[in-house]
Nanobody
Framework: QLQLVESGGGLVQPGGSLRLSCAAS????????IGWFRQAPGKEREGVSC????????DYADSVKGRFTISRDNAKNTVYLQMNSLKPEDTAVYYC?????????????????????WGQGTQVSVSA
């Protein structure tokens, strides 16, 4: 059974850092695009970052460019999201996601309906 499990969330002060992990089970990540999304209370789910199956092509939401870095270790079947210079507005539940038979980040990757499988999410809270 295909499963994605996020971890690494927590409470951090503004300016701090966290690294989120997305571990896959029931399938190998090697041939799958992976996305990170987030959802704050009362807001729609929004795309944060995307990485293609090779790891060489990535994309980011404007709001996190220069602060967040997505990467993958296919040998460990895991994708990471390194988040630096965190701001209170980064507070949200963060989800990783994938979809079958797609290896690249499409032009519309930040649309939640582009992805079929989702993890349960991990809470990130940025507060003094």
């Amino acid at each position: 059974q295909l499963q994605l499990v996020e971890s690494g969330g927590g409470l951090v002060q503004p300016g701090g850092s966290l690294r989120l992990s997305c571990a896959a089970s029931g399938f190998t990540l090697d041939y799958h695009v992976i996305g990170w999304f987030r959802q704050a209370p009362g807001k729609e789910r929004e795309g944060v970052s995307c990485i293609d199956s090779s790891g060489f092509s990535t994309d980011y939401a404007d709001s996190v460019k220069g602060r967040f870095t997505i990467s993958r270790d296919n040998a460990k079947n895991t994708v990471y999201l390194q988040m630096n210079s965190l701001k209170p507005e980064d507070t949200a539940v963060y989800y990783c996601t994938t979809t079958p038979r797609r290896t690249f980040c499409s032009a519309t990757w930040s649309t939640p309906s582009e992805f079929a499988y989702w993890g349960q999410g991990t809470q990130v809270s940025v507060s003094a």
